[in-house]
């Protein structure tokens, strides 16, 4: 039986130089490689014969890389393709990773790191691995119905098999982890490690040592080595939660690794290569931060690569019903209790509420109300017994769009005002009614102007 067949790569790029270096460094490990100057010339030999993969510039005369990308997608649908830019030219390969590329590569680029991406796309997109495909994302959520929550899981499904870092944006509790956890599942990496890092609760004076890890000796009660979590995604997949919230010290060493791939431990002198996905998220505005001088500009363009941002679920409300439904089934199954009914008047009760914790809030809600409910009906005097107000704050429809926002906005502080009250205005106890973060709330009675007195300060300082 003959040998397979070394798998044939075409390479296309207007600079001739770039041209030879390619097909030499691709040739060296026996791969068949084709070359093409242009556009044209690419689509010719794509339509004389297949190839396994295709590296191609982002900016050429004549037909582009988009164009020439589009094109091949009509000749070969799932044709794996990888970008060669320019650091001026870095959005429009993000740009063809939200419309199916596998990755790209900045000129100019390491032969080292090049060979790797070939090696991996090809492993992907090997036939072996073809019936481990994965459903589109949209047709197993949750009977999920609005087109933004549409639109984003789409994103996900297309940029899940590349490795780019993903920056994930939204506020509290609107679910930034779980999408996390669906570009990792839905991956390469899918079968390696994922490691959630909370940057948000981590002091800054451990957090060193938890990413990086450290030797014996390295400082006080340093009794043994430790792994650091960065070091524990090798293969698979590194989660940095709140982002924002890392000293200045840190992000010139999380810039570092970014930049080259490689760790050293506190106290040793040697480092350590870690080959890991980075995904981040915040739910505070980075950009604002990197104008104040609060955050690195260069390490947040390392970070976002890609951005997701998650809608607040007061934006989504034809996703309440079916969010609460399957909670509560999963909530009955946990608990080990009998089949909850949730009767229209309740659905359209959550319905109604503004959720200043978002999903977080509703599906903490919903846990008691599965708990605390009679008769296997769960009604909204169930829920209020789990810390919700009595009745929900209706959204007056305006016609005017400024007047809606408003009320939205006032709708959101009765409801904290509500929390703080029942929790005798100690912050942390609102917090935890709400269904948000200790942070989360502070953000919003700063934001509203909400006078807490010194009663709540000292509590919360007692706390």
Known sequence: ???????????????????????????????????????????????????DLMITDVKMPGLG?????????????????????????????????????????????????????V????????????????????????????????????????????????????ESGVGKERIAHLLHQRGPR?????????????????????????????????????????????????????????????QVRLLRFLEDKKI???????????????????????????????????????LRVVTLKIPPLRDRREDIPG??????ENFCKTHDVPAVKLPAETTKWLSEYPWPGNVRELKNALEGGVVLCRDGVLRKSDLCLSGLPDEPLKIQTHSSGDASALSLEESERNAILRALQQAGFVQKEAANLLGISRRAIHYKIKKYGIDCGRKSNKADEDD
């Open 264 to 302: 050293r431990k506190i106290g040793d002198l040697r480092e350590i290569s870690v080959n890991c996905r980075v995904i981040s998220a915040t739910n505070v505005d980075l950009r604002e931060e990197v104008a104040s001088g609060s955050f690195r500009e260069d390490l947040y363009y390392r």
């Open 190 to 250: 899918r079968e390696q490690p994922f490691v959630v890092v909370d940057c948000g609760s981590t002091p800054s004076g451990l957090l060193e040592s938890e990413l990086f890890g450290h030797v014996r000796g390295a400082f006080t009660h340093a009794i043994k080595d430790k792994k650091g979590l960065i070091e524990a995604a090798d293969k698979g997949t590194l989660f940095l939660d709140e982002i924002g919230n890392i000293s200045h010290d840190m």
């Open 65 to 117: 890389g988009m164009d020439l990308f589009s094109a091949a997608q009509q000749i070969y649908p799932g044709l794996p393709v990888i970008f060669l830019t320019a650091y001026g030219t870095i959005p429009d390969a993000v740009k063809a990773l939200k419309a199916g590329a596998v990755d790209y590569l900045t000129k100019p680029f390491n032969g080292r790191e090049l060979i790797s991406k």
């Open 1 to 51: 039986m003959s040998a397979p067949a070394k798998p044939k790569i075409l390479v296309v790029d207007d600079d001739r130089s770039i041209l030879a270096v390619l097909e030499a460094r691709l040739s060296s490990i026996d791969y068949r490689v084709a070359t093409a100057s242009g556009g044209e010339e690419a689509l010719e030999l794509l339509n004389a014969g297949p190839v």
């Open 323 to 328: 969010l609460a439904q399957y909670f509560v």
């Open 119 to 170: 090696q991996e796309v090809l492993k992907k997109n090997s036939p072996r691995q073809a019936p481990d495909a994965l459903p589109p994302l949209s047709e197993s959520l949750w009977g999920v119905k609005s087109p933004a929550m549409r639109e984003l899981y789409d994103l996900v499904d297309r940029i899940a098999r590349s490795d780019v870092n993903v920056l994930i944006l939204g």
